[in-house]
């Protein structure tokens, strides 16, 4: 049995390439571990990263469009990501701004959340060997084909009869054209569009350097080389 596991910040994708893989390839399982773990698939990089698999794939989004998808469904990233706010009402920049949501009563910070994006995403790209995937890669027919296949030429993957395109998967609404083109449209955000000014934030704090190292692994710019 193949063991892998998708690496990324929470909301970026790692159920659907899990999905994708474990769906289309023979004998290969994905290992998420616990929040407890070094090897937890959102968690900061950790020398151990690869004790227990195969191999690791690192994926992500475009910050504005994980932050949307953040404020959609949060999951417990207020709590093993440390992006909430205090919970006693005081007149903290964040409040001030108005750069922060709620999610089950939690105030969560848009800074934070930025801060630690990067710190995640770098470390992770500085120390690690996994293969890097741009998460809307995956959304269009071309570019996922490629993705797989590179995946299972540095794998050693066979390929299962067909293939399978999950239309669900947890935490996910089903994975209709719209929401596909809505993820591809980085000026479509059902969470963001009334907020012009968090949109802002993320674009001003973001690391740049890193956002441009991450598009330059894209499907789209790799095949202009």
């Known amino acids: 049995m193949t063991k892998f596991t998708v690496f990324c910040a929470q909301r970026s994708g790692s159920n659907y390439l899990q999905k994708l893989i474990e769906d289309n390839y023979e004998n290969c399982t994905s290992l998420e571990f616990k929040h407890t ?20 794939i690192l994926l992500a989004k475009h910050p504005i469009k994980w932050v949307n998808s953040c404020m959609r469904f949060n999951a417990d990233m207020w709590k093993w990501w440390g992006v909430s706010m205090s919970s006693e009402w005081e007149v903290t920049d964040e409040f001030d701004r108005d750069l ?11 800074p934070k959340m930025v801060e630690r994006w990067n710190k995640h995403y770098n470390s992770w790209m500085e120390h690690s060997n996994c293969k890097f995937v741009w998460y809307p890669d995956l959304l269009e027919d071309n570019s996922r084909t490629v993705i ?5 030429l540095e794998n050693n993957l066979v390929h299962k009869p067909g293939f399978v395109d999950p239309k669900r998967v947890q ?6 054209d719209a929401k596909k083109a ?16 968090i949109i802002e934030y993320i674009n001003d704090n973001i690391d740049n350097k890193l956002l ?7 499907y789209e710019n790799r095949s202009c080389i």
């Open 212 to 218: 441009d190292k991450m598009m330059s692994l894209s």
């Open 148 to 152: 797989l296949e590179e995946i299972a």
């Open 182 to 197: 809505r993820e591809l449209d980085l000026n479509d955000n059902d969470m963001l569009n009334d907020k012009p000014h």
């Open 171 to 176: 935490h996910s609404d089903e994975f209709t």
């Open 37 to 56: 773990k070094r090897q937890w698939k959102h968690a900061s990089f950790s020398p151990v990263w690869n004790k227990e698999i195969d191999f690791g």
């Open 100 to 110: 922060y949501f709620e999610y089950k009563g939690r105030h969560v910070s848009i």
